[in-house]
T-cell receptor, first 117, second 113 residues
Framework: ETGVTQSPTHLIKTRGQQVTLRCSSQ?????VSWYQQALGQGPQFIFQ???????GRGNFPPRFSGLQFPNYSSELNVNALELDDSALYLC????????????????FGEGSRLTVL | GENVEQHPSTLSVQEGDSAVIKCTYS??????FPWYKQELGKRPQLIID?????GEKKDQRIAVTLNKTAKHFSLHITETQPEDSAVYFC????????????FGSGTRLLVRP
């Protein structure tokens, strides 16, 4: 079973630039969520994609956007980068819904560490 | 708004002792409570979870308790070992079609040999 993979692992950008982060979900998972983890803090929910549509969003501005593709992989795009966007960006995939409910467990990737100078 | 508070922020115990981490949540609709362990530079990994229809769950040295009335839940690690040293995060979710987890701020656990 292939786990969640993210790329790139590390990158450095300057203020005002744009960045695209990529995620391949675990085999058989059709839901992808993105989280931002600032240094020393817990992950914060950015948004979730299910069947190629945004299905829930946290308290992040519109310059954070995403996509999900037919193979369930996903992208996170951040425009007009700010210094506070420096963080570890985690992608997580989830098991399909089961009859009568869902499993709930998130499987995280290793993350993309973004530094904005 | 939705919030999860976690205490303590750091915890140092002697190998073999027990460790307890506590969390309080604000959203009364929350019904799924996972705990994640994150080692330095690694991904968060689920170690145990509990749903609101259960008061306690155990898995070997790890147990989680839930008090829905008080809106708090706790992680208990017994017979701690040096490899238990990591940052632990609690989280809460409504357990609906959204997988949105609200995380606590984390507890850095150090197990001294």
């Amino acid at each position: 079973e292939t786990g969640v993979t993210q790329s790139p692992t590390h990158l450095i950008k300057t203020r005002g630039q744009q960045v695209t982060l990529r995620c391949s979900s675990q085999s058989g998972h059709n839901t992808v969520s993105w989280y931002q983890q600032a240094l020393g803090q817990g992950p914060q929910f950015i948004f979730q994609y299910y069947r190629e549509e945004e299905n829930g969003r946290g308290n992040f501005p519109p310059r954070f956007s995403g996509l999900q593709f037919p193979n369930y992989s996903s992208e996170l795009n951040v425009n007009a980068l700010e210094l506070d966007d420096s963080a570890l960006y985690l992608c997580a995939s989830s098991s399909p819904y089961l009859a009568g409910g869902y499993t709930g467990e998130l499987f995280f990737g290793e993350g993309s560490r973004l530094t904005v100078l | 708004g939705e919030n999860v508070e976690q205490h303590p922020s750091t915890l140092s115990v002697q190998e073999g002792d027990s460790a307890v981490i506590k969390c309080t949540y604000s959203d009364s609709a929350s019904n799924y409570f996972p705990w994640y362990k994150q080692e330095l530079g690694k991904r968060p990994q689920l170690i145990i979870d509990i749903r609101s229809n259960v008061g306690e769950k155990k898995d070997q040295r790890i147990a989680v308790t839930l008090n829905k009335t008080a809106k708090h839940f706790s992680l208990h690690i017994t017979e701690t070992q040096p490899e238990d040293s990591a940052v632990y995060f609690c989280a809460a979710s409504r357990g609906d079609s959204s997988y949105k987890l609200i995380f606590g701020s984390g507890t850095r656990l150090l197990v001294r040999p």
